[in-house]
Nanobody, 114 residues
Framework: VQLVESGGGLVQPGGSLRLSCAASGFTFSSYSMSWYRQAPGKERELVARITSAGGSTNYADSVKGRFTISRDNAKNTVYLRMNSLKPEDTAVYYC????????WGQGTQVTVSS
């Protein structure tokens, strides 16, 4: 199992980014996928989750209406579109595969600062 995140970077408050997580080594379309984040000195927290076929999503209250999780099962990729970014969104963002065992990517840094 391999999960590789990309798309992070430095963005000004109010800006947007799209994160991608490319998956391999398993049947991607059979698993729910999630995005988590961890800010310095804080615990890792769930940001968004999407079911295996993409029919259902859920979000942390702090990102509802600003972030959108989606997936392309033909490309084995899950995305996180982040709009109206705030300094408090600054964190390392990780994707995680659902199922009996946790698999994590290496993370991608998102910094929101002017």
């Amino acid at each position: 199992v391999q999960l590789v995140e990309s798309g992070g970077g430095l963005v000004q408050p109010g800006g947007s980014l799209r994160l991608s997580c490319a998956a391999s080594g398993f049947t991607f379309s059979s698993y729910s996928m999630s995005w988590y984040r961890q800010a310095p000195g804080k615990e890792r927290e769930l940001v968004a989750r999407i079911t295996s076929a993409g029919g259902s999503t859920n979000y942390a209250d702090s990102v509802k209406g600003r972030f959108t999780i989606s997936r392309d099962n033909a490309k084995n990729t899950v995305y996180l579109r982040m709009n109206s970014l705030k300094p408090e969104d600054t964190a390392v963002y990780y994707c995680k595969r659902g199922g009996a065992f946790d698999y994590w990517g290496q993370g991608t840094q998102v910094t929101v600062s002017s």
